[in-house]
């Protein structure tokens, strides 16, 4: 694994989240208002949509389709906000800035969420953060880049074009599961560089029964698995990788 550090000036972040979701569900037309009220602050906005499928004893399936929320983007900012019945997201998308420049600014819609749709409980906290890790070809061996690289048995040719990984790892001792997905993106493109992507896609929850209005703990607990975020990046990447990034 690569030596952990404090800050990298190149981190090669696609994409960071903080996830919040709640017990029951909230009313749509007060999330409705939310929007409204964010919605100057942002370029476009999506709405957001769940099918449910009915499986009857004769005859075809049913599907109906509810409007459960919206997503906000903003070019300028780079950040994403996702409001649904069930919770509440903020995303900012590459070019990442730090880990108090995302918690501020989550803070401040989380705030403004609670005003105008005074959830109750939240049940799960959660951070991911979507690494494109790119890579010089040839690859001679992804092991030079990845401590759990893709493994093909000795009895095969050893190229390779593609691979999915994803492992789910709990931690009762930090009160937390960590789900790593690690993915070869496609392969180079003839007119671009000749270099490939790796994402390595870290998720880390924890499972909680905390008031809404518990302001501090909520985000005392976000903190938390933001360090077992970084503990769990720098033991998927070896020390060559991560210097590319300093």
Known sequence: ?????????KAPL???LINIRLEQAVELALVR???DDARPQFERETTLREAVFSLAPEGPATANEAVIGWR???DKTHYVLMCTVSGFTLSRLSPYGDWTELQTE???WWTGFCARVTPQRAVRLAVRYINAITLPTPVNDFADYLVSPPVVPTELPQ???????RTTIPDPANNCVSIVTQALEGLPDVDAPPQVTVLLDID???IVRLSCQDDERIWSELDELRVQKNKVFFSHLTERT???FE
């Open 1 to 9: 694994m690569a030596h952990p550090r404090s800050h990298l000036a």
């Open 14 to 16: 696609r994409e960071a």
């Open 33 to 35: 208002a939310f929007i």
């Open 72 to 74: 906000l983007d903003c």
């Open 106 to 108: 989550a803070r401040r």
């Open 159 to 165: 190229a390779v074009s593609g691979f999915l990984q």
């Open 204 to 206: 880390v929850f924890r």
């Open 242 to 244: 991560v210097e590319m």
